[in-house]
């Protein structure tokens, strides 16, 4: 009998073809993902200005309300003073005159669509604010000229409004002469115990001169009344 010899493939690839597979250590790749488009957004400035807008309303609200019973707003140019000279300023002045450092943006936010927005022309450089609250407007703007004088110190009044009208720095002299409120009862009693022509010499002074004398005198009616 022939035998018949049976031959089969080899399962193996050709040497020429195989891969070669070269082993990784894998303590060379860093195992922290990579963002590089992603950026930190730091949140410090946004709470910095959150601040800052939150006193500069609070300046806006001091300032509203100093203007509440107020006769007389005045500004003082501020450049070149010093915490001392400042601190003596305001313990020169009387308890009814508030002396406040403010922005002129912020003062004249305040100022906005009343009487004291004819301050206008003031809002310039930096100024202090004098706030008023007595009638006895020479009795306010003295303690700063005196100041002037033993500080030695140049700073002048900007400006101020009076009665809804503004006084130029040239102008202070009409407000730091005006009739205190017992020299306006001396006056009107004089002229109402004096002949008839004193009391025509008064009716001719100027309006506002005889506006607040005839206030004087209701005021002091009043007050007679209540008391008796």
Same mark, same amino acid.
């Given at each position: 009998?022939?035998?018949?010899?049976?031959?089969?493939? @080899?399962?193996?690839?050709?040497?020429?073809?195989?891969?070669?597979?070269?082993?990784?250590?894998?303590?060379?790749?860093?195992?922290?993902?990579?963002?590089?488009?992603?950026?930190?957004?730091?949140?410090?400035?946004? !709470?910095?200005?959150?601040?800052?807008?939150?006193?500069?309303?609070?300046?806006?609200?001091?300032?509203?309300?100093?203007?509440?019973?107020?006769?007389?707003?005045?500004?003082?140019?501020?450049?070149?003073?010093?915490?001392?000279?400042?601190?003596?300023?305001?313990?020169?002045?009387?308890? @009814?005159?508030?002396?406040?450092?403010?922005?002129?943006?912020?003062?004249?936010?305040?100022?906005?669509?009343?009487?004291?927005?004819?301050?206008?022309?003031?809002?310039?450089?930096?100024?202090?604010?004098?706030?008023?609250?007595?009638?006895?407007?020479?009795?306010? !703007?003295?303690?700063?000229?005196?100041?002037?004088?033993?500080?030695?110190?140049?700073?002048?009044?900007?400006?101020?409004?009076?009665?809804?009208?503004?006084?130029?720095?040239?102008?202070?002299?009409?407000?730091?002469?005006?009739?205190?409120?017992?020299?306006?009862?001396?006056?009107?009693?004089?002229?109402?115990?004096?002949?008839?022509?004193?009391?025509?010499?008064?009716?001719?002074?100027?309006?506002?001169?005889?506006?607040?004398?005839?206030?004087?005198?209701?005021?002091?009616?009043?007050?007679?009344?209540?008391?008796?």
């Amino acid at each position: 009998m022939e035998a018949t010899l049976l031959s089969f493939p @080899s399962s193996k690839p050709p040497l020429s073809k195989t891969l070669t597979l070269k082993p990784t250590n894998p303590f060379l790749h860093s195992s922290k993902p990579k963002f590089s488009s992603f950026k930190t957004t730091p949140f410090f400035p946004s !709470i910095k200005a959150a601040i800052s807008r939150t006193k500069k309303e609070e300046t806006v609200q001091t300032v509203k309300e100093q203007l509440e019973n107020c006769y007389l707003l005045a500004g003082i140019k501020y450049t070149g003073f010093t915490v001392k000279q400042f601190q003596d300023l305001r313990r020169s002045l009387p308890e @009814s005159s508030k002396l406040v450092v403010a922005k002129n943006t912020l003062v004249l936010k305040a100022i906005e669509g009343t009487p004291w927005e004819a301050l206008k022309p003031c809002m310039k450089g930096m100024n202090a604010w004098l706030f008023v609250h007595s009638e006895e407007i020479p009795d306010a !703007i003295k303690p700063y000229r005196t100041f002037q004088k033993e500080k030695k110190i140049e700073n002048d009044f900007v400006g101020a409004v009076f009665e809804g009208k503004f006084y130029g720095p040239g102008d202070f002299k009409q407000l730091e002469n005006m009739p205190t409120r017992a020299e306006i009862y001396a006056k009107l009693l004089g002229s109402l115990q004096s002949p008839a022509i004193g009391l025509v010499g008064t009716l001719q002074a100027p309006a506002r001169d005889l506006i607040i004398t005839l206030k004087a005198y209701v005021q002091k009616l009043e007050e007679e009344g209540g008391g008796q």
